[in-house]
């Protein structure tokens, strides 16, 4: 192996150990903690089949409790298998989509107010899920809406869209609703020349007027809507905004608390491979008696062999 092989992880190795240090505040007491533990295990238990269990279930005496303090300043505690892994190793689950975050990030529970979600190119289209609705009601299906215009929009008959899970360039998933018949290779659909300077013109009517701001309001949604009109007006939109931006925050440092299941020095027990050989030993042993006393038989009534 190179120096170059093992220069990264090196590298990697550095960079976690950088984060140790002094979190504020305490740890929970380790009976909270463990039956917190054990809960999530038995959610997860009645989740899997019990084949899986081994792969996918947790065991509590296997986990390492730390405290990790966040870029917004909060501090959670989280589990490492093992004490030689930091919590930057592990991918920490996203509790909307289910996916896994990218490591180094926690989804932060604290409510830290309104934020505005960013748009993020989208980098994978991975997997999809179609989805089959009834035909549209007659009367608008929403208040704020005229007849007029609930009939141009309204699906007479039974449909379906297809729901895409796509991985964002910031490394969270979304989900994007397509035409069931559309795919990756395609691209997407354009609006025609004369279309795209009639929303234009829309749009810039609607932003201009003084007394009315227009939707959508300054800001990360205005900006995105020009950026779709330059590009034509794309359907499948090639990017999305990212609501677990606004929720995930960087891991700042972490500190050691111990064990989930309080480690006791206990005596190593016996090698089972010395029962073993000692059975096999056993086994042989009888053999050879049980021979001699054939060949003693034999010896003594030599007309019987
Ligand atoms: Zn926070
Ligand atoms: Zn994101």
Redesign the pocket.
Known sequence: MSAADTAPVDDQTRESARLLKRVPGRARPQKEALREFEEGVAQLRQHYDPVFWPLFVPEAKNMFRWRVELECGCTHEVYTHGEDKYPDDRRFPDLISQCRLPSGEFWCTTDHGPAQK?Y?DIVEWVDRKVTEFPADPVEPEYDWMDAEDWAKIRKPKPHSSAFWRVK?????Y?QVCTDVDWKPEDGPKLVSEERIVEIRRDFEESWAAADNPGWPEKGFERDHIRKMIDLRWPRPEPERD????TQ?RRITGYQRIGWLVTRTRTRPAPRPSTNLDREKIEARLAAAEAEVQRLRKQLDNPGNA
């Open positions: 960013p993020r964002l360039s910031c490394g969270h979304e990212c609501f677990t931006c995930v």
